[in-house]
């Protein structure tokens, strides 16, 4: 009996022991605690805060000799291709009926992971890769016909993987290749040599931050200079000059709108030629001298992807994930005045909406991939008037849903490539879309990177490799 007390209170005193630490341990005030220095506490003005200083093309390795670049039967130089609208138009017929085996692959190459799409210029492609050993970013030159890698310039860049690492598609003209890496350096080269003309890191150049998951921008090339959104602390675009670098012209970020992973939309809205940029708190324009037009801060998704699209003449449709769903922007001009509000704004449940890809428009017809959280339409591509959104017109069908994948137009049909790295083709005609055939082409999973297709050769990517395609219809004797 006594042996059983003895246990008893050996057992509470224990219980009280153990309670007495724990509350010690929580309100002990701990020195590996953070806390935030004053002026004059710790000499902390004093401090030189060491920054990665990154030597943007340092490196270059050359795995053939020099060749001239052949001409060949159409491009794409740039995202979204030569109209940087996502869509093939040159007459080239496509292979849309595969045996068992699938379509015809001419080569496969392996990547460092991400989801940077690439460029298909004059028999050659360029892809903006992450090489995961030398812990560098690359743009790498492949030869078209065979998958022969030519040439890499590098710099290296250590990153914490991050949903991949690599994420933008370069752009090409005047025989030069521009790219935009995950932390914002910028790195234009030779197309045939790949000599290095000159670097800019954005950030350092003028301020800001890169967004979470890493830079998710595409450069723009249009009329010899590159024009990227800087979200900077008093830039929000810049014009830089495609051979050289020196900034021609500065927008000022008057409404302090950061940098996203959207890229500059080029188009004649309201019968003036401008720049958009949509970036994290608002979306603003400038003419092609960096004159600012229009701002608008009515519409702040916390994550913001697609580029917009302009659906009439005077409507922007503007979309983005988590749960933004899309909005409808108004511009009207009187005089030199320009004016720029909300006219429709829904949820993804509501009507057209995407988180990553950029939709199409055709023939007045917008034409996306709906959003995880889109209900019953999650996944599918979707059909919808522009002159009547938000309806929804046609969907492909919950049969197969295509998650984040990218998707073009081509010989009159849809290309897209789903998460899992199938390709699927689909018509569409009288509103109703037609399933024509599917067959999978990457052998991973999250293939994301935009697609590339040029003279019947297409490109398409997962998380870790890269294949072409010959769809080319070969014309009968």
């Given at each position: 009996m006594r042996v059983n007390i003895l246990i008893g209170i050996l057992r509470i005193s224990f219980v009280l022991l153990a309670s007495m630490a724990m509350w010690c341990y929580l309100t002990y005030q701990s020195p590996r605690e953070i806390t935030y220095a004053s002026p004059?506490?710790?000499?902390?003005?004093?401090?030189?805060?060491?920054?990665?200083?990154?030597?943007?093309?340092?490196?270059?390795?050359?795995?053939?000799?020099?060749?001239?670049?052949?001409?060949?039967?159409?491009?794409?130089?740039?995202?979204?291709?030569?109209?940087?609208?996502?869509?093939?138009n040159n007459g080239t017929k496509l292979v849309q009926t595969w045996h068992q085996d699938g379509p015809k692959v001419l080569w496969r190459q392996s990547l460092g992971e991400g989801y940077a799409g690439a460029i298909i210029v004059n028999e050659r492609v360029y892809v903006l890769d992450y090489l995961e050993d030398e812990e560098a970013d690359a743009i790498r030159c492949f030869a078209l016909q065979d998958g022969t890698e030519l040439w890499r310039r590098s710099y290296h860049n250590p990153?914490?993987?991050?949903h991949g690492k690599s994420r933008?598609?370069?752009?090409?003209?005047?025989?030069?290749?521009?790219?935009?890496?995950?932390?914002a350096q910028v790195m234009a080269v030779n197309a045939c040599t790949g000599d290095l003309l000159w670097t800019l890191d954005v950030i350092q150049r003028f301020g800001g931050e890169v967004p979470q998951w890493y830079a998710g921008q595409c450069p723009l090339i249009d009329d010899g200079k590159v024009i990227l959104g800087v979200g900077g602390d008093h830039v929000l675009m810049a014009g830089i000059d495609l051979h050289n670098g020196?900034?021609?012209?500065?927008?000022?970020?008057?409404?302090?709108?950061?940098?996203?992973?959207?890229?500059?939309?080029?188009?004649?809205?309201?019968?003036?030629?401008?720049?958009?940029?949509?970036?994290?708190?608002?979306?603003?324009a400038c003419n092609t001298k960096g004159k600012p037009l229009w701002e608008c801060k009515d519409w702040k998704p916390a994550?913001?992807?697609?580029?917009?699209?302009k659906v009439t003449n005077d409507l922007l449709f503007m979309t983005a994930g988590y749960g933004a769903g899309s909005a409808l922007l108004h511009v009207t001009k009187q005089g030199d005045?320009?004016?720029?509000?909300?006219?429709?704004?829904?949820k993804p449940t509501q009507g057209p909406a995407s988180e990553q890809q950029t939709p199409l428009v055709i023939d007045n017809t917008l034409f996306v991939i709906q959003p995880k959280d889109a209900g019953a339409l999650r996944g599918q591509l979707i059909a919808a008037d522009v002159h009547t959104l938000p309806t929804v017109k046609a969907s492909t069908g919950k049969q197969a849903r295509f998650g984040l994948g990218p998707y073009l137009y081509a010989d009159q049909a849809f290309w897209i490539a789903d998460d899992e790295g199938v390709l699927h083709v689909y018509t569409y005609e009288n509103q109703t879309f037609t399933y024509r055939?599917?067959?999978?082409?990457?052998?991973?999973?999250?293939?994301?990177?935009?697609?590339?297709?040029?003279?019947?050769?297409?490109?398409?990517?997962?998380?870790?490799?890269?294949?072409?395609?010959?769809?080319?219809?070969?014309t009968q004797p």
């Open positions: 004059m506490r710790d000499q902390s003005e004093n401090r030189v805060v060491k920054k990665k200083t990154i030597q943007i093309g340092k490196d270059f390795t050359r795995f053939q000799p020099d060749s001239i670049l052949k001409p060949f039967e159409g491009s794409w130089p740039c995202f979204r291709g030569q109209q940087r609208d996502n869509v093939v990153l914490r993987r991050n933008t598609v370069p752009a090409y003209a005047e025989n030069v290749v521009v790219t935009f890496g995950p932390t020196n900034v021609i012209w500065e927008l000022p970020n008057v409404n302090n709108i950061r940098m996203s992973h959207a890229s500059v939309l080029a188009t004649n809205f309201v019968g003036v030629e401008q720049y958009v940029y949509a970036g994290l708190g608002g979306i603003a994550v913001w992807a697609p580029t917009p699209v005045k320009f004016t720029a509000s909300i006219q429709n704004q829904w055939v599917h067959h999978k082409i990457l052998p991973g999973v999250d293939a994301w990177g935009p697609i590339a297709c040029a003279n019947g050769m297409m490109i398409l990517r997962d998380s870790k490799s890269m294949v072409c395609l010959n769809l080319k219809k070969e």
